[in-house]
């Protein structure tokens, strides 16, 4: 059973940075995605950022580009996301999810098969 927990969510005034880590576990990843989504009050969950577990390979959605960067520590089983000059826009529970047996990105909540419980990031401004 593969279990996902979030850490490294808070408050922090606009323009500054936050690191989210997932740890997982109950699996041996390698052809999987991991990827951060994130639901803001009275919006849908939304894709941000995700990566191979084994290729390493990014993808970010346009809006965080260049400020959140996608990463993974294999040997600590864990994903990390790091989130510099973050805007109140930014304001939501951060979900981390894993996608297994794919050899392609998931950009929709629905391609996932795994959850985390979610961790609250608010910007202030």
């Known amino acids: 059973q593969v279990q996902l927990v979030e850490s490294g969510g808070g408050l922090v005034q606009a323009g500054g940075s936050l690191r989210l880590s997932c740890a997982a576990s109950?699996?041996?990843?390698?052809?999987?995605?991991m990827g951060w989504f994130r639901q803001a009050p009275g919006k849908e969950r939304e894709f941000v950022a995700a990566?191979?577990?084994?290729?390493?390979?990014?993808r970010h959605t346009d809006s965080v580009k260049g400020r959140f960067t996608v990463s993974r520590d294999s040997a600590k089983m864990t994903v990390y996301l790091q989130m510099n000059s973050l805007k109140p826009e930014d304001t939501a529970v951060y979900y981390c999810?894993?996608?297994?047996?794919?050899?392609?990105?998931?950009?929709?909540?629905?391609?996932?098969?795994?959850w985390g419980q979610g961790t609250q990031v608010t910007v202030s401004s």
């Open positions: 109950g699996r041996t990843f390698s052809n999987d995605f």
């Open positions: 999810a894993a996608r297994i047996g794919s050899r392609y990105f998931g950009g929709h909540s629905s391609d996932y098969d795994y």
């Open positions: 990566i191979g577990w084994t290729s390493g390979n990014t």
